[in-house]
């Protein structure tokens, strides 16, 4: 899209706009970074981990944090996939220069888990300070619900909302007296494995990135092992083997509304064919990867054939877990097997963008 690249030629508060890209940071134990990330076989995920603020001394009042991201990605038959996200983080709102000494740990999510197609990932990402005021607080406020509305981790939702997220920043990032560009990003990555990136509010070349670590307690980034006395954004590109919101794919789910009501009205013909067009539904669908259209498809066949099949039922792992959740939801099919577990390797989802 690179509105970025253009706005941080306007409005960037230093001489330089040339900050600091660490691509690689060594993962301090958490367990991010250097995993295989392969076309078709994984999800990705962005987070943003910590952040330090230091331009907004310039404003010189309260002010707001907001995240920008605008992430593009390659899709099989089909043009490039487009995810947009603003945030307001509840711990960079209403600030002042009293403020500016601490580093935010957020690690929350900007983007959900996306599945990963190959080519190369396009990424634009800012940190920016905005002056609390009649005019620009209200419009955050607008644009981190139009944003949270479009979803962070559904392709086709989105998609509508991403003219009324730029052209919102625009506007805010455009008040060149109220706001300012703390740190940002314009880049095209090719992904093989999971990382720990920074970008770091000093002139390339300005600073030894091999010096830069982060610290395993709080994601602060230090340098020599102490901590940068510089504006940064930490953030994670992450591989995720599961999608747990994939109970909320909007047409996924109304196809699976359709063929449960079907069922529920005893109506072999009509079951056969909402069952069909559930099908059609997922194997189209571009937020799962195969192995999961797969087997979200096995596991709605054989709700149908538990339900309206003749015989005895059957007793397999498939079939009693989805006889003893129900499925009056597309999320009850349990996908992964993980009834209970509140999402996927037992911790709650955090699919909705909330900070």
């Not at 593009?72 to 500016?100: C, F, H, I, W, Y």
């Not at 888990?113 to 005019?135: D, I, Q």
């Amino acid at each position: 899209m690179n509105w970025l690249a253009g706005l941080i030629d306007r409005v960037a508060a230093q001489s330089t706009t040339d900050w600091t890209f660490v691509e690689r940071l060594p993962d301090p134990g958490l367990g991010i970074a250097d995993r295989a990330i392969e076309p078709d076989e994984c999800y990705i995920e962005i987070f943003v981990e910590s952040l330090r603020l230091k331009q907004a001394r310039r404003l010189a009042t309260a002010f707001h944090g907001v995240v920008y991201l605008f992430a593009r990605l390659s899709q099989q038959g089909d043009e490039d996939a487009e995810m947009a996200a603003v945030s307001k983080p509840a711990k960079l709102a209403e600030l002042d220069s009293t403020n500016l000494d601490r580093v935010i740990t957020v690690s929350s999510q900007m983007m959900g888990a996306v599945p990963w197609r190959g080519g190369t990932l396009g990424l634009e990402l800012g940190l920016f300070s905005v002056k609390k005021g009649n005019l620009l607080s209200p419009l955050i406020d607008y644009v981190t619900r139009v944003s949270a509305q479009g979803g962070i981790s559904f392709i086709g939702q989105v998609k509508p909302f991403l003219p009324l997220i730029t052209e919102g920043m625009d506007l805010i990032a455009g008040q060149t007296s109220d706001s300012v560009i703390e740190v940002a990003l314009d880049t095209d990555m090719a992904l093989s494995e999971s990382r720990l990136c920074a970008i770091v509010a000093v002139p390339k070349g300005g600073i030894n990135t091999a010096k830069l670590t982060l610290d395993p307690s709080d994601r602060k980034l230090l340098i020599d092992g102490r901590p940068l006395e510089e504006g940064y954004c930490v953030f994670s590109i992450r591989r995720s083997d599961k999608k747990a919101d994939y109970g909320a794919i909007p047409e996924l789910k109304a196809a699976f509304g359709a063929l449960r009501s079907a069922i529920a009205a005893n109506d072999t013909a009509q079951s056969e064919r909402a069952l069909a067009a559930f099908r059609r539904s997922v194997i189209i669908s571009s937020d799962l990867i195969p192995a999961d259209k797969n087997r979200l498809i096995e596991k709605a066949t054989a709700l149908h054939a538990a339900a309206l099949g003749s015989g005895p039922i059957a007793v397999g792992r498939a079939e009693t877990a989805i006889l003893d959740v129900g499925a009056s939801e597309l999320a009850d099919l349990d996908l992964y097997d993980e009834t209970g577990s509140g999402g996927p390797d037992g911790k709650e989802s955090r699919g909705t963008g909330s900070w």
